[in-house]
C-alpha cells in the first residue's frame, strides 16, 4: 500500500515537472523573441544583486573592526552599490557593459578551451572541447564586433536559449520520471497478482488436504464398525 501511494506521489510530481518544463520553455521563446526586453530584464536583476551585495560587504566591512580591512570593504561596498544602482537605474547602459563583459568571457573561455582540446588530444572527448572552444570564441568576437549594437540581443537571446534548454531539461527528466514510475506500478501490481495466486492456490492444498482427512477418517470409521 505504501509502495502505491509513493508511486501514485512520483506520477503526480512528474506531471508537475513536466508542465513547469512546457511553461520555461515557452517563456525562453519569448525572451529569445524579445531578447532587448530579456537583456534590460537582466541588467536590472543584476544591478540588483550588485547593490544587495554591496550593502553586505559595508555591514561585513563595519563589524569586523579592523582600521584596513574595514575601510577598503567599506569603499567595495560602496563601489558596488553605486554600481548596482546605475545597472538598475540606466539599464541599456547596463545591459552594454554586460554585453561587453560577455564578450571577453567568451573569447578567454574559447582560447582556454581550444588550449585544453589540444592538450587532451587523443583523449576521448577531445575533438568536443576543441568545437566548443571555437564556438565560444567565434561568438564572443562576434559580440565583440558589433558591440554596442549587440547588447540590444546577445544578452535577451542567449538567456532565452538558456531557459530553452532548461525547460526541455524538465520536461526530459519529468517524463523519465513518469515511465520509471509507470514501470515500478505494473511491476507492483504483477508482483500483487503473483502473490493472490499463491494464496489461492495455497487456499485449495489446503481445502484438498482437509477433504482428504475427512475421507480418511471415514474410511477409519468404516474399518471399525466392520
Known sequence: MADSN???????????LIVLGILTVILGMIAFSM??????????????????????????????????VGIWGT????????????????????LATLTLLLAIYLVVE??????????????VGWGWMLFGGIVALV????????WPVSGAW????????????????????????????????ASADGTMGVAGDVVEKAQ???????DAIDKAKEMAEDAVDS
Open 6 to 16: 509513493w508511486i501514485d506521489e512520483a506520477k503526480q510530481n512528474s506531471g508537475v
Open 35 to 68: 531578447p532587448l526586453i530579456a537583456g534590460v530584464a537582466v541588467s536590472v536583476y543584476v544591478g540588483v544583486l550588485v547593490a544587495v551585495a554591496g550593502v553586505f560587504r559595508i555591514v561585513h566591512a563595519v563589524k569586523s573592526r579592523q582600521w584596513g
Open 75 to 94: 569603499v567595495v561596498g560602496l563601489l558596488m552599490v553605486f554600481a548596482g544602482i546605475l545597472l538598475f537605474a540606466r539599464p541599456i547602459f547596463g
Open 110 to 123: 574559447g582560447i582556454t578551451e581550444i588550449l585544453v582540446g589540444f592538450k587532451m588530444r587523443p583523449d
Open 139 to 146: 561568438l564572443g568576437f562576434m559580440i565583440w564586433r558589433q
Open 154 to 185: 546577445a544578452i535577451g537571446a542567449l538567456l532565452g536559449i538558456h531557459i530553452v534548454m532548461t525547460g526541455w531539461q524538465m520536461v526530459i527528466l519529468g517524463s523519465g520520471a513518469r515511465t520509471v514510475a509507470g514501470a515500478l506500478g
Open 204 to 210: 485449495d492444498l489446503a481445502e484438498d488436504a482437509g
